[in-house]
């Protein structure tokens, strides 16, 4: 059986929101595409990475959406997670094992049937094994998130605060990128305007860009785009309450991504998707 990695800030990629909003789709659609996509090119056996009789119509049926919806995203993923039929990072996300893990496991209970008071195996060929056979879902090696010269995680960006402040970095100085300082100015930014509006900011100003709105990612324009979804947020929330309907501050959001978290267990498990 053929296993694929899911790295555990996936639902939260803010990659997978700029897709979203070029598509014109929900989320949620995004990442059932998206997990399908894993499977499908995890299951190539002549060259594992790439997508492999690929069909929308196919994978629309199976998620009950219509076919020109798949196409949307499936196009919309170009130059973010796919390159033509492949996947972009597959080898980072998706190493090989060279470890002959497996080999050793597989040796150990040979010699452990042909001895009489074979010693009791050790805790670190256990772990060996259990890897070897049962690793599917959780953080892969040289994942994003795994690097101990990353940063450190900002309170609500649910895993985007590598993405954010590697670019913020960047923007600030692209000869010299001074992370501490980005990190700094994020979690203030996280502080004064909250961190839906950071998350939400970055992800609008990356579609633009995508878009060909914006010409060029900036600083300024970072801080532009945060303001601007705080202020719709706060909108948002306004509307609702001089409607009477009860304010739900992140509501949605949080339900949103409790829905996707059901969707990628769904199919993770060959299950049905939750509708």
């Not at 939260?12 to 014109?24: Q, Y």
């Not at 509006?197 to 579609?207: Q, S």
Request: no cysteine; net charge neutral.
């Amino acid at each position: 059986m053929s296993w694929v990695r899911l790295w555990v800030d996936m639902p939260t990629d803010p990659k997978f929101r700029v897709i979203a909003k070029k598509a014109g789709r929900p989320l949620s659609e995004v990442l059932s595409v998206f997990v399908f996509m894993m499977t499908n090119a995890g299951a190539n056996a002549n060259e594992r990475g790439e997508l492999s009789n690929w069909s929308d119509e196919d994978v629309a049926a199976a998620l009950d959406v219509e076919t020109q919806f798949v196409t949307s995203i499936r196009e919309a993923m170009q130059g973010k997670t796919l390159d033509g039929e492949r996947l972009r990072g597959w080898e980072k996300r998706q190493p090989k094992r060279e470890d002959g893990a497996a080999e050793r496991a597989k040796a150990w209970r040979e010699r452990k049937r042909t001895q009489v008071n074979a010693p009791k195996r050790p805790d670190a060929d256990a772990e060996i094994d259990s890897d070897s056979e049962s690793e599917v879902i959780g953080q892969p090696e040289n994942s994003e998130q795994a690097p101990a010269s990353g940063p450190v995680e900002v309170s609500g960006l649910n895993g985007s605060t590598q993405l954010i402040v590697e670019s913020f970095a960047n923007w600030l100085s692209p000869y010299a990128p001074d992370f501490a300082a980005a990190h700094k100015s994020i979690a203030e930014a996280v502080q004064i305007y909250g961190p839906d509006a950071v998350r939400d900011g970055f992800a609008d100003l990356k579609a633009d860009h995508a878009d060909g709105k914006v010409r060029a990612l900036s600083v300024k324009a970072f801080y532009g785009f945060v303001r601007t979804a705080k202020e719709r947020k706060g909108k948002a929330m306004a509307d609702r309450s001089a409607s009477g309907k009860p304010m739900s501050s992140g509501a949605a959001w949080h339900e949103e991504k409790r829905r996707n978290s059901k969707i990628i267990l769904a199919l993770a498990k060959g299950e049905a998707v939750p509708q």
